[in-house]
């Protein structure tokens, strides 16, 4: 049970770094003129971001599947591991970079 503990806290981890380092590129990134190559490369930034949250998910994911309790305790694991995956990922996004998102619709728009 510890182990997939600190499984599900290195898949946070690595979610919440990918999700800071998203948005800090992307605040550079709208910064600049909107061109086609800075606009594939804002594209480029949000997959990078997609593939190291799924290995986020991956890690998560066997963290849970590998656990040996009956099944109300899985699933109060996997409830409790969500809140703390999901939790930091929406701070970064909501706290830490308000507005980013319109600012980004916006550049995309423009």
Known sequence: ??????????????????AELHCKLQEKQIAKSKTVINLFIHYLITAFYLVFTLIGVTIFWHAYSSLNLPQIQKLVFLLFSVVIFVSPILFIASWRYPRLVEQMEKWRKS
């Open 1 to 18: 049970m510890i182990s997939q503990t600190l499984l599900v806290l290195c898949s946070t981890l690595v979610a919440a770094l990918a």
